[in-house]
């Protein structure tokens, strides 16, 4: 009987202490899917922005070479364009996240903070947002 009630009390230790914020995801005062779902979506852009600058850049000298000024001159409009594009639809999602992460964090203390924070960054791994 004493082994048993070592038992229930180890188990009920083990368990207190466990803490695996993925699952608690349901008890937020969000909708935790479309707050992963804008993060992912965040992430996608500014991969985009990044990719583009970077061929933009590696390759701007062939480019340049390749075309007459005016068609030079065409091209960096509709980089720009498009680049404007990809800024203006990332901030617009960053305002939209933060003000969403803002309402559930004031509604939170320390510790619940963490845990969510936690909750969204494993599920951010796990649906191959990084």
């Known amino acids: 009987m004493k082994s048993l009630k070592i038992f229930l009390l180890a188990g009920i230790l083990v368990a207190s202490c466990t803490n695996d914020p993925v699952e608690e995801q349901d008890s937020w005062p969000v909708d935790f899917d479309a707050l992963v779902?804008?993060?992912?979506?965040?992430?996608?852009?500014?991969?985009?922005?990044?990719?583009?600058?970077?061929?933009?850049?590696?390759?701007?000298?062939?480019?340049?070479?390749?075309?007459?000024?005016?068609?030079f001159e065409k091209y960096q409009n509709d980089f720009e364009t498009r680049k404007n594009a990809l800024l203006s639809e990332s901030n617009?999602?960053?305002?939209?996240?933060?003000?969403?992460m803002k309402g559930v964090m004031s509604d939170l203390?320390?510790?619940?903070?963490?845990?969510?924070?936690?909750?969204?960054?494993a599920t951010l791994k796990r649906e191959g947002c990084e």
Do not use: H
């Open 37 to 71: 779902a804008l993060n992912c979506r965040a992430i996608e852009l500014r991969k985009a922005r990044f990719a583009t600058a970077d061929s933009l850049r590696l390759d701007m000298d062939s480019i340049k070479a390749s075309m007459n000024q005016s068609d």
């Open 109 to 121: 203390g320390p510790d619940r903070k963490r845990v969510f924070n936690d909750s969204l960054q």
């Open 92 to 100: 617009a999602l960053a305002d939209t996240i933060r003000l969403r």
